[in-house]
């Protein structure tokens, strides 16, 4: 029987052991990187949100493009730049971590 991360018990993330704890981030590769403002933009770092920052997207119905924009930390002219193409998968990721909400 092959290996796999479904015979993986998750890793457990410890608040007690680490106020400042995350869930950590997402390496998101453009497949068309660019060049805007003197800054290389080949990937995007995107925070996977917590329970909080989900109860905060729905209580303000923040649109995907809102959340990338926050999650990314990244400034919306910097979106404007990146290739449709990328964007759109960008927004798809938004719609992973929100599972369809």
Do not use: C
Not at 33 to 59: H, T
Request: charged fraction near 25%; proline fraction near 4%.
């Amino acid at each position: 029987m092959a290996d796999d991360d479904t015979t993986k018990a998750p890793t457990i993330l410890d608040y007690d052991a680490s106020a400042d704890a995350s869930w950590g981030a997402e390496q998101f590769l453009l497949t068309r990187p660019f060049k805007f403002a003197g800054v290389d933009y080949v990937s995007l770092s995107i925070r996977v949100p917590s329970g909080a920052d989900m109860q905060r997207f729905i209580r303000n119905r923040m649109n995907p493009g809102e959340m990338l924009l926050e999650l990314a930390q990244i400034d919306e002219k910097v979106v404007a730049k990146m290739h449709g193409g990328d964007y759109s998968r960008a927004l798809l990721k938004m719609g992973e971590f929100t599972a369809g909400i």
